[in-house]
């Protein structure tokens, strides 16, 4: 559901980027100090696992050029998340007149107003959480099911929150026609969560409210992590980690522009 990342950083600087709708500028970003990142090395593309249904060459060379030159080219350098972003078929999170775009480093209309965020975002937001293999994650604002499908790779357990009933049903389809058994789509509003499923490891949010809900930061177990945009006109990607004690630290990574969130986080005030 989001739209392009306008500034990609994870450090000092902050480089812009190109809106929707115009191609992406590229930059030698240098591996940073981002949680739960491992170094790897930037010329050795990960090998991209097959999954149940098979697919054509030009996308699977697409994949591997996405991941050498727009997530390992950049600061993407946990091997887990590198394996999940290349083994999940982008292209049939798109509608079939994009698929040819499917990994360009940039958003894609998916219908009812709402975008696939950009590869390097979905791989950013991916690796600040570190979704642990045993663990649980919230994925709010299922979109077509990318994301989810990324953090399936990851964990054992996805439950994602979709406000848009079309959309919510067609990602559950094509989730589950794709192999990806442990997601669990449901239609509703994000913004209180899936507290029937708390705590989670691992919370990302894929459209802007104006404040932090309170209901994700209690929904996360300790050592939990949240990533979220915030903000209306000018956002910022937030970091969040509660710690064992329950109290939570967060920064802000970096600028961006998503979609706004909708239904009770544009009349719940911030507490």
């Known amino acids: 559901m989001a739209v392009v990342l306008i500034v990609a950083v994870v450090g000092v600087w902050l480089l812009a980027f190109q809106p929707a709708g115009r191609p992406s500028q590229k930059h030698d970003a240098p ?3 981002v949680p739960g990142t491992h170094t790897s090395d930037s010329e050795n593309v990960l090998p991209i696992p097959s999954r149940k249904v098979p697919e054509q060459e030009r996308f699977l060379q697409a994949r591997r050029e996405m991941l050498k030159q727009d997530l390992q080219g950049r600061d993407i350098t946990d091997p887990r998340v ?3 972003m290349g083994s999940v078929p982008r292209q049939r999170f798109v509608p079939d007149s994009l698929k040819q775009s499917a990994y360009a480093d940039g958003p894609l209309p998916i219908g ?3 975008t696939i965020s950009q590869p390097y975002i979905v791989a ?5 959480v570190c979704p642990p293999p045993q663990g649980r994650a919230l994925d709010v604002g299922t979109g077509s099911g990318y994301q989810a499908a990324v953090l399936a790779v990851l964990c054992k357990q996805v439950y994602s929150i979709e406000i848009i009933k079309p959309l919510a049903e067609s990602a559950d389809e094509r989730l589950d026609e794709l192999g990806y058994d442990n997601v669990t789509v449901r239609h509703g509003d994000g913004y209180r969560g899936w507290p029937e499923h708390a705590p989670f490891d691992a919370i990302i949010v894929a459209a802007a409210p104006d404040h932090v809900p309170q209901p994700l930061i209690d929904q996360l177990a300790p050592g939990g992590k949240l990533v979220i945009p915030v903000g209306e006109y000018y956002q910022e990607l937030i970091f969040i980690e509660k710690q064992s004690d329950g109290t939570v630290r967060r920064r802000s990574v970096a600028g961006v522009a998503f979609v706004p969130m909708t239904g009770e986080a544009q009349t719940d005030e911030p507490r």
Do not use: I, P, V
């Open 31 to 33: 591996a940073t100090d």
């Open 82 to 84: 590198l394996e999940a």
């Open 112 to 114: 009812h107003g709402q």
């Open 124 to 128: 950013l937001m991916t690796q600040l």
